[in-house]
């Protein structure tokens, strides 16, 4: 779920936030101005973004990612784990 709020209400409210975010995937959007400024997220989510640009800006994983793709789409076989790792 993501909240929206002022800055100085989220300042008001910062412990109160922080707990809310700390354990779920809820993000708050701060504005200031009324304008977005600033975005609490939980730590988690924050690092599953990081890992997401990290394979979107690797030229070759995205290039593996872009043949697979077109191979599942042709028919391609897909395996579980298990089958391959047995």
Same mark, same amino acid.
């Given at each position: 779920?993501?909240?929206?709020?002022?800055?100085? =209400?989220?300042?008001?409210?910062?412990? +109160?936030? *922080?707990?809310?975010?700390?354990?779920? &995937?809820?993000?708050?959007?701060?504005?200031?101005?009324?304008?977005?400024?600033?975005?609490?997220?939980?730590?988690?989510?924050? =690092?599953?973004?990081?890992?997401?640009? +990290?394979? *979107?800006?690797?030229?070759k994983a995205? &290039?593996?990612?872009?043949?697979?793709?077109?191979?599942?789409?042709?028919?391609?076989?897909?395996?579980?784990?298990?089958?391959?790792?047995g």
């Amino acid at each position: 779920m993501t909240k929206t709020l002022k800055a100085s =209400e989220a300042k008001t409210r910062f412990y +109160e936030l *922080l707990k809310g975010i700390q354990n779920r &995937e809820d993000q708050v959007i701060v504005t200031r101005e009324g304008e977005p400024a600033a975005v609490l997220l939980n730590y988690r989510e924050f =690092e599953s973004l990081i890992e997401t640009l +990290e394979v *979107l800006s690797d030229p070759k994983a995205m &290039e593996r990612i872009r043949r697979n793709r077109a191979y599942i789409k042709r028919g391609g076989r897909l395996y579980t784990h298990k089958e391959v790792f047995g």
